[in-house]
């Protein structure tokens, strides 16, 4: 059993103590630190990260969905990243983005207000049933914003957590995430602020610095300022975009060894599979693994694959024994998460998804379908109208169509690009219509749907129609590239080779290495770095040296020549 499967089977919860039920008798529940609090929530070893926007409740949801019922609550679950001032000043942005009971939040945020909510007021986030263990993250400069927005949802999660990893030119400008690292004593002020006052722990995630003995510093003060865990992502600052590259485990590992053994650390970066969860923990003894793109492309991507003849109509696995959930089936799952929690009202009848052994239809029947899905691929109904405008007229009937707001519905579209990335190379009429698709338009998503699950049924076929498993195109690519040997240190061929699926599979997007981008021209030098680089390239002239190095020509007879380095060229 890996360490993965033993949390998801449950451990025992913490035995109560006198303190518990005379803080609880008081209207108060004990607040845990560090370990104490860690093993509170179960110990979970699977956390999906935090990401604007994008860590909402319905995806949430869709990525517990995938883990037996019993173990749902081994996930670990972060908040997408809220903004502490605009949260604590604007109730309209609190409202839009955080919806744990219906209608407003209790304001002002104090233990009276909140205490006239229980579970039966309950709504969507941090819902005890559904949607915990939570963390709540927030962006921030301020120690009181931070304190006041914390306030606000204290009652609906177990911890709230400070982000300072965000990389992006914003967070630049406005002073927040990754931007706050050289005012350390401002992040000190922030976490010990909600560590002495706030109800709940207090946790922080971070990037490494430029060593590890700086990184080492740098979270012995976070810690030492009060927070319960820290969450380490292994890439600096500046690896972001075409520069991102992978995350330095090693890093990670040297902040487990240096740090005592009763900190709780979570690791983040290098997860395009399941596999990488466990590789991850043994390689850098952390206690946990955190997932944020890998789980954008395959929500699936913290359960274990069912075994094999067990598949059933979601999993596909192919003759060369890889495998994953089909998109049609994880598209199907949003689409009813939506319905149910979202809309609350049932999604419309679905038949069965195909599998090859499904009886096939006749030949006039096959003709009719292609009909039909040529004319939903050109946005056309039945009756020869546009299906935008349909929908259009049909949803507004006359009025100015409102800006849907609710965040489960505004974040549709884009986690269904990340879903849908490797199938909508290949599928365009499928990208054409998932680009007109609108938050609230539920049935131009429906639509999306029946032309994934039609493209998906004809890859199925041509897959088995296929002489050998390997023949199976993924992504347009049918022969393995020459670099798939070499580490994935080194080549970023390796990894697409290792996590390649057919088009209609979920898989994970494998960004090309900073030196790959490079050479693709898709990245180019800053001004900075050429300055710098012209720079040292004049000292070492003004020395003597050759920037590029010196080799001399040696004639070893037979008419070979060998290069012999000089001063200047680094060996080794």
Same mark, same amino acid.
């Given at each position: 059993?890996?360490?993965?499967?033993?949390?998801?089977?449950?451990?025992?919860? *913490?035995?109560?103590?006198?303190?518990?039920?005379?803080?609880?008798?008081?209207?108060?529940?004990?607040?845990?630190?560090?370990?104490?609090?860690?093993?509170?929530?179960? $110990? *979970?070893?699977?956390?999906?990260?935090?990401?604007?926007?994008?860590?909402?409740?319905?995806?949430?949801?869709?990525?517990?969905?995938?883990?037996?019922?019993?173990?749902?609550?081994?996930?670990?679950?972060?908040?997408?990243?809220?903004?502490?001032?605009?949260?604590?000043?604007?109730?309209?942005?609190?409202?839009?983005?955080?919806?744990?009971?219906?209608?407003?939040?209790? $304001?002002?945020?104090? $233990?009276?207000?909140?205490?006239?909510?229980?579970?039966?007021?309950?709504?969507?986030?941090?819902?005890?049933?559904?949607?915990?263990?939570?963390?709540?993250?927030?962006?921030?400069?301020?120690?009181?914003?931070?304190?006041?927005?914390?306030?606000?949802?204290?009652?609906?999660?177990?911890?709230?957590?400070?982000?300072?990893?965000?990389?992006?030119?914003?967070?630049?400008?406005?002073?927040?995430?990754?931007?706050?690292?050289?005012?350390?004593?401002?992040?000190?002020?922030?976490?010990?602020?909600?560590?002495?006052?706030?109800?709940?722990?207090?946790?922080?995630?971070?990037?490494?610095?430029?060593?590890?003995?700086?990184?080492?510093?740098?979270?012995? #003060?976070?810690?030492?300022?009060?927070?319960?865990?820290?969450?380490?992502?292994?890439?600096?600052?500046?690896?972001?975009?075409?520069?991102?590259?992978?995350?330095?485990?090693?890093?990670?590992?040297?902040?487990?060894?240096?740090?005592?053994?009763?900190?709780?650390?979570?690791?983040?970066?290098?997860?395009?599979?399941?596999?990488?969860?466990?590789?991850?923990?043994?390689?850098?003894?952390?206690?946990?693994?955190?997932?944020?793109?890998?789980?954008?492309?395959?929500?699936?991507?913290?359960?274990?694959?069912?075994?094999?003849?067990?598949?059933? #109509?979601?999993?596909?696995?192919?003759?060369?024994?890889?495998?994953?959930?089909?998109?049609?089936?994880?598209? #199907?799952?949003?689409?009813?998460?939506?319905?149910?929690?979202?809309?609350?009202?049932?999604?419309?009848?679905?038949?069965?998804?195909?599998?090859?052994?499904?009886?096939?239809?006749?030949?006039?029947?096959?003709?009719?379908?292609?009909?039909?899905?040529?004319?939903?691929?050109?946005?056309?109904?039945?009756?020869?109208?546009?299906?935008?405008?349909?929908?259009?007229?049909?949803?507004?009937?006359?009025?100015?169509?409102?800006?849907?707001?609710?965040?489960?519905?505004?974040?549709?579209?884009?986690?269904?690009?990340?879903?849908?990335?490797?199938?909508?190379?290949?599928?365009?009429?499928?990208?054409?219509?998932?680009?007109?698709?609108?938050?609230?338009?539920?049935?131009?998503?429906?639509?999306?749907?029946?032309?994934?699950?039609?493209?998906?049924?004809?890859?199925?076929?041509?897959?088995?129609?296929?002489?050998?498993?390997?023949?199976?195109?993924?992504?347009?690519?049918?022969?393995?590239?020459?670099?798939?040997?070499?580490?994935? $240190?080194?080549?970023?061929?390796?990894?697409?080779?290792?996590?390649?699926? *057919?088009?209609?599979?979920?898989?994970?997007?494998?960004?090309?290495?900073?030196?790959?981008?490079?050479?693709?021209?898709?990245?180019?030098?800053?001004?900075?770095?050429?300055?710098?680089?012209?720079?040292?390239?004049?000292?070492?002239?003004?020395?003597?040296?050759? *920037?590029?190095?010196?080799?001399?020509?040696?004639?070893?007879?037979?008419?070979?020549?060998?290069?012999?380095?000089?001063?200047?060229?680094?060996?080794?």
């Amino acid at each position: 059993m890996t360490s993965i499967e033993a949390t998801a089977t449950g451990s025992p919860s *913490p035995k109560r103590t006198l303190t518990d039920e005379v803080s609880e008798r008081n209207g108060k529940r004990r607040k845990l630190h560090g370990r104490a609090f860690y093993e509170s929530l179960g $110990s *979970p070893k699977i956390i999906l990260a935090p990401m604007v926007d994008q860590s909402e409740f319905a995806w949430r949801m869709l990525t517990r969905s995938f883990l037996p019922p019993e173990s749902s609550k081994s996930l670990l679950a972060y908040s997408p990243m809220f903004h502490s001032r605009l949260f604590n000043e604007d109730r309209k942005y609190r409202d839009q983005h955080f919806q744990p009971v219906r209608g407003p939040l209790p $304001s002002p945020p104090d $233990s009276y207000h909140q205490d006239e909510f229980n579970e039966g007021n309950c709504y969507l986030d941090g819902n005890p049933t559904i949607d915990r263990p939570l963390f709540v993250q927030f962006c921030t400069n301020s120690p009181n914003d931070f304190y006041e927005a914390a306030r606000y949802v204290q009652g609906w999660c177990d911890a709230v957590d400070l982000n300072l990893g965000c990389p992006q030119g914003i967070a630049k400008k406005g002073h927040y995430g990754a931007f706050l690292q050289e005012d350390q004593d401002l992040i000190c002020r922030l976490i010990r602020k909600l560590h002495d006052e706030l109800d709940v722990p207090v946790t922080a995630k971070m990037r490494i610095l430029d060593t590890k003995e700086r990184s080492l510093a740098y979270a012995k #003060r976070i810690l030492d300022a009060g927070a319960s865990i820290i969450t380490v992502h292994g890439r600096q600052r500046d690896q972001k975009g075409h520069n991102t590259g992978l995350a330095d485990w090693s890093a990670i590992r040297y902040l487990r060894n240096n740090l005592p053994p009763e900190t709780v650390i979570f690791a983040n970066g290098n997860i395009l599979q399941h596999g990488d969860i466990e590789r991850c923990l043994e390689e850098t003894g952390v206690d946990g693994v955190m997932s944020a793109e890998g789980n954008l492309h395959d929500p699936s991507i913290f359960a274990e694959p069912p075994p094999v003849g067990q598949e059933g #109509r979601e999993y596909w696995r192919g003759g060369d024994g890889k495998g994953g959930y089909r998109v049609d089936a994880v598209m #199907r799952r949003y689409m009813d998460i939506i319905y149910k929690y979202v809309l609350e009202r049932p999604p419309p009848p679905r038949g069965p998804l195909f599998i090859p052994s499904d009886e096939q239809p006749t030949d006039d029947a096959q003709k009719t379908n292609g009909e039909k899905r040529s004319a939903e691929a050109n946005g056309e109904c039945e009756d020869n109208t546009p299906l935008r405008k349909k929908r259009k007229k049909d949803k507004n009937n006359g009025k100015q169509q409102q800006r849907e707001t609710n965040p489960n519905l505004c974040a549709m579209q884009p986690h269904l690009f990340s879903l849908l990335r490797h199938f909508i190379s290949v599928r365009h009429e499928v990208r054409d219509a998932l680009a007109h698709s609108r938050a609230g338009d539920i049935e131009g998503f429906e639509n999306v749907l029946r032309l994934v699950e039609i493209a998906v049924k004809e890859g199925i076929l041509e897959y088995e129609r296929s002489a050998k498993a390997e023949s199976a195109t993924t992504n347009g690519e049918q022969e393995t590239a020459k670099d798939a040997h070499k580490p994935e $240190s080194e080549s970023s061929e390796a990894a697409i080779a290792r996590c390649q699926r *057919p088009f209609w599979i979920c898989q994970p997007y494998v960004r090309p290495l900073p030196k790959e981008a490079f050479e693709k021209g898709s990245m180019q030098l800053s001004k900075k770095d050429k300055a710098r680089l012209a720079k040292e390239a004049e000292l070492a002239k003004s020395t003597g040296l050759n *920037p590029e190095g010196r080799v001399e020509v040696k004639d070893i007879g037979r008419d070979t020549q060998v290069e012999i380095p000089k001063e200047g060229v680094v060996c080794g």
